[in-house]
């Protein structure tokens, strides 16, 4: 038969060291995994991001193939948001019915190529061999009818886009983090592929 000091025993709750040491070991294990879970959140959300840009320079060569015109890209920010979209009227603004994404609002299109002083390195494609300079963010990139990326020159009138490129494009995106950029290769074919920084090389 149990004793009733038995069982008073077997109810009886933890300890303050025992809660003390558990509490302890919780703290350590978040500090170690929440910081990793945020480097990958941020990872994930500028990727994504790039991917859907990405994916809308493609929609806009699509466009200016099918509808025989030469589309441009644009780039603002409204409202603290950092939005990308095709001009389809050629008017340098974003009007209504123009495709359009919003980036996330850590994410933002960066001033131009990183300089790799406190920064990335910038994206050297290999596999184009032509000797011009490559575009970034301080050229405007825009489709012909042909469906082929050309640097669009505003200071002519109308403006041009001489087929082929002198050489491809890179387009660079930023989030908070010192590390935190991805880029968006534009081939000279007109092909695209999202690029990662992971701290020492574009992957």
Known sequence: ?????????????FS???????????????????????????????????????????QARILAAKNNQTYSLGFRVNNGVQQVWVDLNKNGSLDAGEPVIDLGR???????????????????????????TPCDNTCTLAYSPRGLPCKYDTTTTPPTCNTPAASYFVYYFQDTRPNGWSALLVTKAGRTKSLMWNGSSWH
């Open 1 to 13: 038969m149990i004793s009733r000091r038995d069982r008073k025993r077997g109810h009886a709750g």
């Open 16 to 58: 303050t060291v025992e809660l003390v040491v558990a509490l302890a070991i919780i703290l350590i294990v978040g500090g170690l995994v929440i910081p990793n879970a945020q480097q990958i959140w941020f990872d994930m959300e500028l990727k994504s991001y790039t991917a859907e840009t990405a994916h809308l320079f493609q």
């Open 106 to 132: 850590s994410i933002y299109a960066a001033s131009g190529a990183p300089s790799g002083s406190g920064q990335p390195s910038a994206f050297s494609y290999t596999l184009d061999t032509t000797s011009g």
